[in-house]
């Protein structure tokens, strides 16, 4: 469950937005075409070549083989390697091009579904986003500690404008995606952290953005830990926007893909 823990009151809302925005609902998590880019890898060339080998190291007929099954394998494999670090029998039927076609097609589906592909997406987490601002305004708590999920993490670093590749992963473009900084199974692993941490400076107080305990600079901000007016600043933007009910009320349709990609 995604809480909000603080003085011991839970507040599902603040951490599950994108349950509450209708824009998001109804755009995409609803919406069979959101994930278009997805389907089509999914039947597409290089996943066919991966469900041929792995009905040749069955002994399978291919038609028995279908995606959706090749893709549970992967994740047996690689839950058992990264939950109880044995290496599966299941990782047998697979390679390590077999494993990137098949990290790239998951990618995709958190890509479109959560992320960048479509901007509403990210803008769903506006009240998480002021919500963070508002705390280190005050910067009266030793900290402040929020729990919760993927869903609720990738929406968040998404909107401060993490991991924004220059070129979108589609269904056509795989061999020029090897590069891609968006890597889900590195950005949000088990146990996925975001910590902002606040420093009281000579200049004034200084900001320091660590993704799962390693250091990542700000876009557009040289500094590792630049002066906090500074990355108030370069979000203003969304700190005097943002809002949720504009947002998540608006008309769903017109939440289409991001073309600012």
């Not at 906090?228 to 349709?253: K, T």
Request: aromatic share 10%; with cysteine; net charge negative.
């Amino acid at each position: 469950m995604d809480t909000f823990l603080h003085s011991g009151n839970v507040d599902d809302e603040l951490m599950r937005f994108f349950e509450r925005c209708r824009a998001y609902v109804e755009g995409v998590e609803n919406n069979r075409t959101a994930l278009a880019e997805v389907e089509k890898f999914k039947h597409g060339v290089e996943m066919e070549a991966v469900r041929r080998r792995m009905a040749e190291k069955l002994g399978l007929s291919l038609h028995l083989l279908t995606p959706d099954l090749v893709e549970a394998a992967f994740f047996i494999c690689s839950y058992e390697l990264s939950i109880k670090s044995i290496h599966s029998p299941w990782c047998f039927l697979f390679d390590e091009s077999d494993a990137k076609v098949l990290e790239y097609k998951s990618d995709l589906k958190q890509f479109w579904k959560r992320s960048h592909g479509h901007t509403i997406s990210s803008l769903s987490s506006c009240p998480l986003f002021h919500h963070i601002f508002r705390t280190l305004d005050k910067a009266g708590q030793p900290a402040s500690i929020l729990v919760g999920h993927a869903e609720t993490l990738l929406p968040l670093l998404s909107l401060l404008g993490l991991y924004k590749d220059q070129t979108p992963p589609t269904a056509s473009n795989y061999q020029s995606q090897h590069g891609r900084s968006f890597r889900t199974s590195r950005i949000v692993p088990y146990a996925a952290n975001l910590l902002l941490v606040l420093y009281d400076c000579q200049r004034g107080p200084r900001l320091q953005l660590l993704i799962n305990e390693t250091p990542l600079r700000f876009p557009d901000l040289q500094e590792d830990a630049p002066l906090y007016r500074d990355v108030r600043a370069a979000y203003r933007h969304l700190l005097d926007g943002c809002d949720f009910q504009r947002e998540c009320e608006g008309r769903p349709e017109g939440r289409g893909p991001n073309t600012e990609l």
